[in-house]
C-alpha cells in the first residue's frame, strides 16, 4: 500500500503568514493527489485535486504543488478561517490519507 | 442540490454488526463511485470502502473480510455492512461522492461506538 507523510504534524501560525505543508508518498503517484480541509466536527472539504487544480469556491490563495512522490500546500496569506488539519490524500491506489497538518494560532 | 445523509450508528457490542445507510439526494448514486471514510476520535481520516457505478468494490486491509458495501438504486442509498466489529471500528463514518477519484461532496458523519 501506498504511505502518506504529511509534515510538520503541527504548524503555528499568524494571521497573514505564508504557510507550506508538505506531503511524501512512499511511491510515485504521478499528480494523483488532493488536499482537504477540515475544522472541527465537520466534515472534510476538498481544496485541491490532481495536485495542484483549485476546486471550485476555494479561495485563490490556497495552491497546490508538486509530482511524483513530493507535494506541498501552500498558503499565500493565513486568513482567521484557515486554522484547521489539512489531510493529503492520494488516489492512485486505491486511496490513502496522510496523517494530517493541524494549522493552529500563534 | 447534493445532499448525503447518514444514518445506523450507535453502541453496538463487540462482535457485534451494524447497518450504515447514506441517502442521497441531487444525484444517482448508482451512476457514481461512492466511498465510505472514517474517523477514529481524535485522529485522522481512513479511507474504508469504495463501490464503483460499475459495481465492483474495494477495500482497505483493516476491514476486508468484515464490512461490506452496497447500494439501493432504488432507494438512492448506499449502506455499509459492518460485522465482528472491534473497539478499533470505533469512528465517525463518513459516505462521500467521488468525482475524478476525488471525495468532492461528503455526508456529516455517523457515530459508530463498540464498546462493552
Known amino acids: 500500500d501506498i504511505q502518506m507523510t504529511q509534515s510538520p504534524s503541527t504548524l503555528s501560525a499568524s494571521v497573514g503568514d505564508r504557510v507550506t505543508i508538505t506531503c511524501r508518498a512512499s511511491q510515485s503517484i504521478s499528480s494523483w493527489l488532493a488536499w482537504y480541509q477540515q475544522k472541527p466536527g465537520k466534515a472534510p472539504k476538498l481544496l485541491i485535486y490532481k495536485a495542484s487544480s483549485l476546486e471550485s469556491g476555494v479561495p485563490s490563495r490556497f495552491s497546490g504543488s508538486g509530482s511524483g512522490t513530493e507535494f506541498t500546500l501552500t498558503i499565500s496569506s493565513l486568513q482567521p478561517d484557515d486554522f484547521a488539519t489539512y489531510y493529503c490524500q492520494q488516489y492512485n491506489s486505491p486511496w490513502t490519507f496522510g496523517q494530517g497538518t493541524k494549522v493552529e494560532i500563534k | 442540490e447534493v445532499q448525503l445523509v447518514e444514518s445506523g450508528g450507535g453502541l453496538v457490542q463487540p462482535g457485534g454488526s451494524l447497518r450504515l445507510s447514506c441517502a442521497a439526494s441531487g444525484f444517482t448514486v448508482s451512476s457514481n463511485y461512492m466511498s465510505w471514510v472514517r474517523q477514529a476520535p481524535g485522529k485522522g481520516l481512513e479511507w474504508v470502502s469504495v463501490i464503483y457505478s460499475g459495481g465492483s468494490t474495494y477495500y482497505a486491509d483493516s476491514v476486508k473480510g468484515r464490512f461490506t458495501i452496497s447500494r439501493d438504486n432504488s432507494k438512492n442509498t448506499l449502506y455499509l455492512q459492518m460485522n465482528s466489529l472491534r473497539a478499533e471500528d470505533t469512528a465517525v463514518y463518513y459516505c462521500?461522492?467521488?468525482?475524478?477519484?476525488?471525495?468532492?461532496?461528503w455526508g456529516k458523519g455517523t457515530t459508530v461506538t463498540v464498546s462493552s
Open positions: 462521500a461522492r467521488v468525482i475524478g477519484l476525488t471525495l468532492r461532496f
